[in-house]
């Protein structure tokens, strides 16, 4: 799975406690939100995350 930009700020769109995470990190750690949105990818969606299937859900119109 590979982290695409456009997908992972429409997740975020849809879910609340994703952004509250984002605003949280970027107030804790100082960093930017490019940053910040690609770290929750990492923690929250990636390598059976969370959020994994909502993410990969995200693809299936595209193909």
């Known amino acids: 799975m590979k982290y695409i930009r456009s997908q992972m700020k429409r ?19 100082g960093l ?3 940053f910040a949105l690609k770290a929750l990818y990492h923690s929250e969606v990636a390598d ?3 959020y994994q ?9 595209d193909k």
Do not use: N, V
């Open 48 to 50: 059976g995350g969370k």
């Open 32 to 34: 930017e939100r490019s």
């Open 11 to 29: 997740l975020m769109k849809d879910e609340k406690e994703l952004q509250d995470r984002l605003k949280r990190l970027m107030d804790e750690q």
């Open 53 to 61: 299937a909502k993410y990969q859900a995200l693809d299936e119109p």
